[in-house]
């Protein structure tokens, strides 16, 4: 499994936040190793978060949350379609990742589901930059904030450091080609104690290539099956798996 290389220092140089001891930089490592990450480095200044506009039709404030979902996205299949917003960072550059948190999401009992709860505030630069080797994009991780985020925590700081405390416990087992939903899933399962198999829904695109694995949680973050049984792909389901780019 490949290594986070350099994490250490650029975290060791991110600015401190206001009021938020960043809990998530001090979270027990993980019992695997993040995999499939080569490099993370970050530029000395960064562009500005774009600020969607949501119109009232957006908004899903009245939804009741039964439990969160941590999507987590395999980052070469993104990339191959062009990033689609979220790889500002990893599909072009030196960067190279495999898996990517794309964020944790409030969900009720099917669609619609919660969003945009109330009017986001823009996420600080010291935030943003503190995110960026887990989700690297400027413009995901406002987005994150303005859409899932505004939905169970008071401020951008809280709800990163509860996503960064879960996906940097979460053991990532690198996908190979050719491998099934199934075997996927039993991975997860496998190298995250406590971590049902049917807590793990496999997304995929054109029915076969793996796009993302999402992590079922009740409401106080611990793993627990998904609901109704819909884990997403089938475990018969053999991956097409996008490799990390050279």
Request: aromatic share 6%; net charge negative.
């Amino acid at each position: 499994m490949k290594r986070l290389i350099a994490q250490a220092t650029v975290l060791a140089a991110l600015p401190v936040l206001s009021g938020c001891d960043l809990p998530f930089m001090t979270a027990p490592a993980p019992t695997t190793a993040p995999t499939a990450v080569e490099s993370c480095v970050l530029p000395t200044s960064l562009p500005a978060p774009h600020m969607e506009a949501v119109s009232p039709d957006d908004v899903v404030a009245d939804r009741p949350i039964l439990f969160h979902m941590l999507a987590v996205t395999w980052m070469p299949e993104t990339c191959r379609n062009g990033g689609d917003g979220q790889g500002d960072m990893a599909c072009s550059g030196p960067n190279k990742f495999g898996w990517t948190l794309h964020g944790l999401w409030p969900n009720s009992d099917g669609r619609p589901y919660p969003r945009y709860c109330r009017a986001a505030t823009r996420v600080s630069d010291a935030t943003i930059r503190a995110e960026l080797c887990r989700t690297p994009s400027v413009d995901l991780v406002q987005h994150e904030w303005a859409a899932h985020g505004t939905c169970g925590w008071d401020t951008p700081e809280a709800y990163f450091a509860q996503s960064a405390r879960m996906y940097d416990g979460l053991a990532r087992p690198e996908p190979r080609e050719g491998m099934t939903a199934g075997q996927l899933r039993d991975a997860f399962a496998a190298a995250n104690p406590g971590l049902p198999r049917d807590g793990v829904y496999i997304a995929t695109t054109d029915r076969v290539r793996l796009r993302e694995v999402r992590i079922c949680n009740d409401l106080s973050f611990n793993p627990r099956p998904c609901p109704g049984g819909d884990v997403g792909a089938p475990d018969a389901t053999v991956l097409t798996v996008e490799p990390v780019r050279d």
